[in-house]
């Protein structure tokens, strides 16, 4: 197997009769990591650096959900159905239990997983994500729209605007991401379509409507990371599912945004280690 991810081969698994594409790296054995990406993204939007270095001391599988990037289907318009489609993925790949990292939307899938099949999941790692009902999430499209207008008039990239401060740490830190997005340039995802993106939209709105006492239901070890001045997911989110959660543990880290965890990396990774072990 791979031993970093820009050399991963892209697999694909048969769930139900749906192709869904994987890249896993890391040793073999013990508890897989699965990690649960964001709207918009694909394999191709991990932080090489996050995934090497959880993969330096575990089993580490990434993949598209339903619908998304180069797996087929259609996406669904909910999370409860993304957490499903995930589930499947899982189950397909044999593994009868693991921990789950979700970013963002990833989180709110995890969050489900971890609530209907308890069982299923050891720890949770929940980054920029937020609670079902959490403040300010229903408003991502218009945060959106608006980071890719300003994209539009700056000739930089969305994600420096969704992702990190404008501060002159955050637009470094967003430059460094983004060149490490690029390192891998062979054997690349397909881009999500627009139907993807209206999809995970319309489920993300669906998640602020939701009830989040389940929470108290999921008694995994949790550990929350966010940045102290997210605009996608507002940072108080991070503090609320800190709150509901029974075993939670939680790292804001600061002048950062909703990708302080790809600002911050090397330190995330140690925590996130340290919290696995």
Do not use: C
């Not at 869904?20 to 964001?38: A, Q």
């Not at 989040?212 to 605009?231: E, K, V, Y």
């Amino acid at each position: 197997m791979s031993t970093t991810f820009k050399t991963a081969a892209t697999k694909t698994a048969d769930v139900d009769g749906t192709p869904f594409v994987y890249r896993e790296i890391g040793p073999t054995g013990g508890i897989p990591v699965v990690l649960l990406h964001h709207l918009t993204a694909t394999l191709d939007d991990w932080d090489p650096r996050i995934v090497d270095g959880l993969a330096a001391h575990h089993h580490v599988v990434a993949f598209d959900n339903r619908g998304v990037g180069g797996s087929g289907g259609t996406t669904p318009t909910t999370v409860a159905d993304m957490a499903r489609d995930a589930v499947a993925f899982i189950e397909k790949l044999g593994f009868a239990q693991v921990d789950l990292f979700g970013f963002s939307l990833g989180g709110f899938i995890a969050q489900v997983i971890a609530e209907s099949n308890p069982n299923l999941v050891r720890k949770l790692v929940l980054t920029g994500t937020a609670p079902a009902g959490g403040e300010g999430v229903a408003n991502v499209g218009a945060v959106l729209q608006d980071a890719f207008a300003k994209a539009g008039e700056t000739n930089t990239h969305p994600k420096q605007h969704l992702f990190f401060t404008p501060s002159r740490p955050g637009l470094t830190a967003a430059a460094e991401f983004l060149a490490r997005l690029q390192e891998r340039t062979e054997g690349l995802d397909k881009p999500v379509s627009n139907e993807t993106i209206q999809a995970q939209i319309t489920a993300i709105v669906g998640w602020q409507e939701a009830d989040p006492s389940g929470l108290a239901a999921i008694t995994q070890p949790t550990f929350i990371a966010n940045g102290d001045r997210d605009i996608m997911v507002p940072t108080i989110n991070s503090f609320e599912l800190a709150r509901r959660l029974p075993n939670a543990q939680l790292s804001i880290f600061p002048d950062a945004g909703h990708g302080g965890i790809f600002q911050y990396h090397e330190i995330f990774v140690k925590q996130v280690l340290d919290f696995l072990r």
